[in-house]
Every structure is written in C-alpha cells, then in structure tokens.
C-alpha cells in the first residue's frame, strides 16, 4: 500500500506456480517494507485488455528510515 499521497493506492501482486510460491512465502512478513521485482503481464480477451503484476523476487529491507528533508525544494 502507497500513503506518500493523501490517497490510499493498494497493488496486487501475483505469484504462480508451487515452485514459485515455496521460494517467496518466507520472505513475506507482517509489517516490514519490501521491494518488489516484477513484470506486467498483460492479456487480451474481447478486445480489452487486463494487466497483471508477477513477482520476479521479493526483498526484505532491515530497516527503511524515510526521514523528511527540511529543505524541499519546493
């Protein structure tokens, strides 16, 4: 889930396949900050067309601290 806007953006990510989901189920954790490597896969049916997020790896971070600068730019 994305909160740097004031808008909520949630994405689903897709893991196929036994091999797959044994390789990756250790590496989800409640409450810890992930990168994510995936690709869109994207599918055609009656002209429109669906996308799909399949997740290449996953990253645990130790520790992420986002600090706000002082001195924006802006």
Request: zero cysteines; aromatic letters at 16%; hydrophobic letters at 35%.
């Amino acid at each position: 889930e994305e909160t740097d806007t004031d808008f909520k953006h949630k994405y689903q990510f897709e893991i196929f396949g036994k091999e797959s989901i044994s390789l990756h189920k250790d590496k989800i954790k409640d409450d810890r900050y992930v990168n994510i490597a995936f690709y869109i896969k994207a599918n055609e049916w009656k002209n429109k067309f669906f996308n799909t997020l399949m997740v290449k790896d996953i990253i645990l971070e130790d520790e992420i601290s986002y600090e706000m600068n002082e001195k924006t730019p802006f």
